[in-house]
């Protein structure tokens, strides 16, 4: 039996994060995040917060929600919430396939907040009574505690202690785990025989050492940094070939790269980043991580199965090899299937539940795919391991805003990561805020003289798609397949921040040369003999030749 919220004796609010209930046409399961339409059975899962948001409107059905109410259950302790709050509705209206302009479901009521029209009727669940506190307790009460920040606390509870399995039983060194390379790939680690009872007082083993350095690497701040190289340069001083630490130092010099933008400095760090990948095939040339690292498939016609199947087999003996992950996620971005890219990061976090890289990565791909939502909830979680001004929190955001259309906070974002690349971060500024003015005359100034017409994506947007076309036809005659994650793109609605994007894509994705690529490297039937096209295709499947 079910009753209406009138009729329901106890206030709902008490148990709306975990009891189901039904509006319209939908029943919503706050415990499993889903949402289900009653009259077609199709389910979906929404994310948490968007739940929340849906529970608290659910709960006060019929009246106006405040975005203080919001800011208050579903972000508590937050400081920006008006942007997400606008994500979380968005994504509501998608999911109940509501209009704003027209609602059936949720109600904007302009400087106040939203409603939620539909009657609400919840499943009659039996309460538990409250639990009696016992003596000498500390009194603490969680009555007026948002279910969100409980739900959160626990996570990251379960983060760290996932994290705390890195640590073998002997272990002394209680520094914070590490989330790279793991366990069981590390070299031998002799000399660690204290006892289970003894005292912290040998020193740290090579083993030790790594996770500290790898730690530091993969916060990838500038205080980081030096404090990994010096580690990983003492694991070496020991043992030359642990060549976890050698790849390390070649993954070091990209990372420092990001934070030194001198010309000539770039020309140092590919070259001390290539000698030290020579130096680990050198030393280790089946260890799974350099097998990933320096994995090549060939040129003229690929084997693409053989690929993924070499790519696949190596993160199937080694689940826990970061540099395996990766490439395994970055060759399908290379074949434009970004749900499988995302979904071996998916599979494999466990191994690096700290890893800021990780979550970055998800970020990423959560934006490739369109979904500012999943991209914020990324953000949340590098914000909780490196703070507010990490680049990468910064990154993140900057994406979620461009798939939104928001054109403020992002120009906001853009600048101040620009800002830090020097002359050509002001390159790349100076463009996109000549498309925002809609300066053509400016446009076509900056298109014919700017180095910045070098970034792919901006070239895309300036509509330079002939020089475009030879370059990616260039790196691929020579082996190189990166450039085709760029001609796969991202999908994108349309706004005023993508429109010129979108354009440019659609026009170097419909370009015959491209179509002629790749067929001649194999590609095309790869795709056909798999039944399975780029994740964008059934959008431009039309207008698209080798969609088809």
Known sequence: MQKTAEQTAVDPSERALVVAFEFGD????????????????EASRLPPRTMDALSLLARHAGQVVSRQSFADAVWPGRRVVDDSLSLCISELRKALDDSPREPRYIRTVPKRGYCLLPRVTWDEVPLQPAPTRAAGSDGLSFGKRSMRGIALLVTLSSVVLA?????????????????????????????????????????????????????????????????????????????????????????????????????????????AYSAFIERAQQVAPEHPAVMATTYRPGTDVVDWQQYEDDLQNLVSRAPD?????????????????????????????RYWPLSVSMHAALAQLQARLGSAAGALRQVELIRALVGDDAWDVRAAEANAYLILGDVDPWLAHMRTLLGELGESGQQRLAIYEAMLAGDEARLDELARSSPATRDFNIALALGLIDPLVERVRGSVARGEYRDLQLVHGWIHERNTLTRRYIDGLARLQQDPRIQKMFADMGLSAFWRTRGKFPDYCSRVRETVPYCA
């Open 26 to 41: 939908f029943r919503a399961d706050p415990a499993r995040n889903a949402l289900t339409c009653v009259s077609t059975g």
């Open 163 to 271: 994290a705390s399995s890195f640590l073998d039983d002997s272990a002394r060194d209680r520094s914070v785990p590490t989330p790279g390379e793991p366990l069981s790939m590390l070299s031998p680690v002799a000399g660690n025989t204290g006892s289970a009872g003894g005292t912290d007082t040998q020193p740290e083993t090579t083993q030790q050492l790594y996770k500290r350095a790898r730690y530091h690497l993969d916060r990838r701040t500038e205080a980081d940094l030096p404090v990994a190289r010096e580690l990983f340069e003492r694991i070496l001083s020991h043992d030359p070939e642990f060549v976890e630490a050698i790849l390390g130092l070649a993954e070091l010099q990209r990372e420092m790269a990001r934070h030194d933008h001198r010309e000539s400095a770039s020309v140092g760090y590919r070259a």
């Open 321 to 349: 090899c970061v540099a395996c992950v990766r490439r395994l996620s970055e060759f399908y971005l290379e074949v434009g299937w970004f749900q499988d890219a995302l979904d071996v990061w998916q599979d494999h976090r």
